[in-house]
Structures are given as C-alpha cells and as structure tokens.
C-alpha cells in the first residue's frame, strides 16, 4: 500500500486539477474536472478561469452552443453539469441507464408522464427556453418542481436534450444521442485519475450511483488501481495514474461557487476543516466559493459588479497574513482579468 502525507495528497490533486500548473487549453481544465456543476452559471466560467492561463473573452458561453465543445446536461447527482462531449457521451451511458427511471417514475407520480411526446415535438422545430416550451405544453404550468426540470430531465438522460446559451439565454434544444463504449469502470479510472487518492465512498458520493454498482465497478478496475491511505485519515484509498509528489508550494487558488473539487468528496477534511463545513455547505444547497491556501479552504468569497470595478468580498476563516492578502488580492486581478471584467477590488469581512 501506498501512502502520502496530508500535504503530498493535496499535491497530487491540485496538480491534477490544474490548481497548480494551469493547463493552456481550458478543454483540458474541463477534461481533468469531469463535470462542472452549472446551476449557477458563473461557476462554469470562474471553475476553468482558476485552472487555465487565459480565456477568450465569452469563451464560457460559446463553448456550450449547440456547435461547442461542450455539452451542459443532466448527469452525476441527477445535476445539471458541462462537459466534453466525450465525457458526456460516457457519463450518459453510465448514468442516464439508471438515472432515467426515477424521472420517469417522477414524471408519472405527478401526472405529467404523458406531456414527453408534445414536449419532443415542441423542440422538433428549434431551440426554446422554458418560457417558450410551456407555452407549446401549457400543462406544465403550476406543476411543483417544473424548474428542476421535471420537464425535460428524462429526455435528457435519454441522451435527447441539452441546454445552451446561459442566464436568461438559456434554451434547451433536442440532439442526436451520443454513443460511447466506456462503462463504470472506466469512469472509476478517471475519476480516481483526477480526484484520487479517494476512497469508494467519495466515488459515490460524487457520482450519485448505488454503492452495489460502484462496488462492482471498483472490484472489475482493481487490478488497475493504487491502493494506498493518507497519514492521520481513516479509510482506504485508491488512486489511477497518481503522480509523484515533489513538494511544491501549493499556492493560493480562489475557486467557483460548486466548485467541482470542493464536491468531489464525501470525506472533505483534506481540504475543508470540519469546522468550517456549514460555512461553505450554507442552506438551501448553496456551495459558496472558496478561497484555497495550500490546498486547504481559509475563506469564501463572493462578486459583484460595481461602477468601474467587480468587487470581491472575502470571509476568512482565520486570520490572513500580509502575504496571504497580497497573494489573494493577485489572485483575484488574475481571475476578473482572464473573465474579461472590470479591474479588481478585494474587501474583507472581519
């Protein structure tokens, strides 16, 4: 068995994830994330700006256009996530099988199993938001949990829908269902490629399938597999193609609402300290931005727009040194610089 210090294990993963050296081609920041939640729609923009070197001005929104190279859809933890198309095509074999069903049986439970076939042939004639589509399927209209997509959620697992242009853009339109010939295991390999070392219950945990099926899939993969453990943390772990830790400074990240790293995780210690939990995972679902100073959560963050400037708001956790600031408030100038937004302003709550 392998096994890492605390800080080796924070190594593998930032580096992994870009978080270190950043990746020149943000197609591969979004590769080694997977799936980038995008219910809130900045995260998808913010997530990749942190990982890469530059960013075209947009290049956000035109990757997730209908000829883009990705595709914002349903997938793990029934989650609205982009992805490569690639990757969809995988994770839709995987999941979309199995999580399906339940919206099926979602649909029928609230009457509305019966609306798929108007719904399908409303989007035959072109892209529509939601507005749009309950105005062709009115009987959608006051039916509770319709924005969490009980109206198009099927079609979509059955690899039939995706979702472009963002905000109040956003549309959903009908594709041609993609194939791919990797399965569960393969899916374990990658996501132990870009999370691990992490153990069978944060799989779970991140991807949302049954522990009878993940079992399976690690059990099939095994012999592919590192195990290992990290010092002072219980649990078996494993990893797929871990790199070799090399001490470098981990450096200070400042990472996206729903940040996929932060999610990636049943046991989040390594990187979150369980007294800070309830101050990232608020109500109602919301996982707040986070400020990442080696490799271990000190804060969260928010941004606004403001006359002339977009203005970052720190809450710490601690106590930041004067370098610890100075390396935030260039953090922060790098990341509205690579977003194309006004000059930056850091304020903190004390």
Not at 113 to 134: C, T, Y
Request: proline letters at 5%; charged letters at 25%; one cysteine or more.
């Amino acid at each position: 068995m392998t096994s890492f210090t605390q800080e080796q294990a924070r190594e593998i993963v930032l580096s992994r994830q870009g978080l270190l050296a950043r990746y020149s081609d943000p197609l591969d920041a979004v590769r080694a994330m997977i799936a980038v939640q995008t219910q809130y729609a900045a995260s998808l923009g913010v997530a990749v700006a942190t990982r890469t070197n530059s960013l075209a001005k947009g290049w956000d929104e035109k990757a997730i256009d209908l000829d883009g190279p990705l595709v914002k859809s349903w997938s793990v933890r029934h989650t609205l996530h982009a992805h490569t198309r690639e990757d969809h095509a995988m994770l839709l074999g995987i999941v979309g099988s199995r999580f399906g069903p339940k919206v099926t049986e979602w649909m029928r439970a609230v009457g509305c199993l019966e609306l798929l076939p108007k719904v399908e042939a409303a989007l035959q004639n072109g892209p529509l938001n939601r507005k749009e589509l309950h105005d062709r399927v009115p009987e959608f209209r006051g039916v509770p949990m319709v924005g969490w997509g009980l109206d198009v959620k099927e079609i979509a697992f059955r690899g039939r829908l995706c979702i472009i242009g963002k905000g109040a853009g956003q549309k959903f339109v009908l594709i041609e269902k993609p194939t791919s010939d990797l399965g569960l295991p393969d899916l374990v390999k990658r996501y132990l490629e870009s999370y691990g070392p992490a153990t069978i219950y944060d799989f779970r945990r991140w991807s949302g399938l049954p522990m009878k099926d993940v079992r399976a899939a690690f059990k099939e993969a095994e012999a592919e597999l590192v195990r290992c453990e990290i010092q002072g943390m219980d649990g078996e772990r494993w990893g797929y193609n871990l790199p070799s830790p090399g001490g470098r400074p981990l450096g200070l990240r400042l990472l996206a609402k729903f940040d996929p790293l932060i999610l990636a995780y049943e046991d989040k210690t390594l990187l979150l300290p369980s007294q800070d939990h309830a101050r990232v995972f608020r109500i109602a679902g919301q996982v707040e931005a986070t400020v990442l100073i080696d490799g271990i959560v000190a804060g969260t963050w928010r941004m606004a727009r403001a006359a002339g400037y977009t203005e970052l708001s720190v809450e710490p956790h601690r106590k930041l040194s004067r370098g610890e600031r100075s390396a935030l408030e260039a953090e922060a100038r790098d990341l509205v610089g690579k977003l194309h937004l006004p000059q930056a302003r850091v304020t903190y709550a004390e």
